[in-house]
Nanobody
C-alpha cells in the first residue's frame, strides 16, 4: 500500500497550491479519502473528506470556501485545491485512506504560506 503526496511548497499569502495523492496497492474506489494537516506544536486536524464516488465532501470550518477536495478513481488519485492561502494554513498535509478497519497514511507534504 502506498499513498504518495506531492504539490506542496512555499507560496505567498493569497496564493494557491494543488496537492495530489497517488494511491496504489488497494482498491482506491472503495476507500473514503481525506486530507489532514499538522502544524508545528498543534494537533493534527481533519481538513477535508470525500466519499468513495466523489458525490459528497466535507470541510473544516477553517478552510470552507477556500479548499476543494476531489478524486479521480480511474487514476487512483485524490486532490486538494487550496486557494486564498493564509499563513495559518502552514502545515504538513497528509493524505489518508479509510475503509472499515483499514486506515492508510501518506508520508506528508509540507505547505508553507509566507511572504
Amino acid at each position: 500500500v502506498q499513498l504518495v503526496e506531492s504539490g506542496g511548497g512555499l507560496v505567498q499569502p493569497g496564493g494557491s497550491l494543488r496537492l495530489s495523492c497517488a494511491a496504489s496497492g488497494f482498491t482506491f474506489s472503495a476507500y473514503v479519502m481525506s486530507w489532514y494537516r499538522q502544524a508545528p506544536e498543534k494537533e493534527r486536524e481533519l481538513v477535508a473528506v470525500i466519499a468513495t464516488a466523489g458525490s459528497s465532501a466535507n470541510y473544516a470550518d477553517s478552510v470552507k470556501g477556500r479548499f476543494t477536495i476531489s478524486r479521480d478513481n480511474p487514476n487512483n488519485t485524490v486532490y486538494l485545491q487550496m486557494n486564498s492561502l493564509k499563513p495559518e494554513d502552514t502545515a504538513v498535509y497528509y493524505c489518508v485512506a479509510r475503509f472499515r478497519e483499514y486506515t492508510y497514511w501518506g508520508q506528508g507534504t509540507q505547505v508553507t504560506v509566507s511572504s
